[in-house]
């Protein structure tokens, strides 16, 4: 678009499609900063896909596996000691906001912030 800091490309194609870089926050905390063509563009699509479908139980079993690190070792056996503590009081910090950052959709549909979190760290 036009508009700078818009986070949105788009793909030339007919029709056009458009690709929106990924802010890993939840949408409901940057959603009013968003630009005005940014929010056309996702309204006015017919189809909008995302990079993770956390409701899929696929998606969240190969998320697992992912998080898996090798012969059982644990984040503190690989970090330097003060990167973990900060790491471990952030996802503290993150856990404690996440109610807070569910969407009455995604509750609606049964997700709880506990299972997210979960699926996600």
Not at 39 to 64: G, Q, W
Not at 83 to 98: D, S, T
Request: glycine content about 6%; some cysteine.
């Amino acid at each position: 678009g036009k508009e700078s800091g818009s986070f949105l490309w788009m793909v030339k194609r007919d029709p056009p499609s458009y690709f929106f870089g990924t802010i890993h926050v939840p949408y409901t905390r940057v959603w009013e900063h968003i630009p005005e063509n940014t929010k056309r563009a996702f309204h006015m699509a017919d189809n909008v896909f995302f990079e993770l479908d956390l409701t899929d139980p696929y998606t969240i079993s190969a998320l697992t596996t992912c998080q898996l690190l090798p012969k059982g070792e644990n984040l503190s056996d690989v970090l330097p000691g003060e990167l973990y503590r900060r790491l471990k009081r952030h996802l503290e910090y993150v856990k404690g906001q996440m109610p807070r950052w569910m969407t009455p959709d995604q509750k609606g549909r049964g997700l709880y912030a506990d299972y997210l979190f979960n699926a996600i760290t």
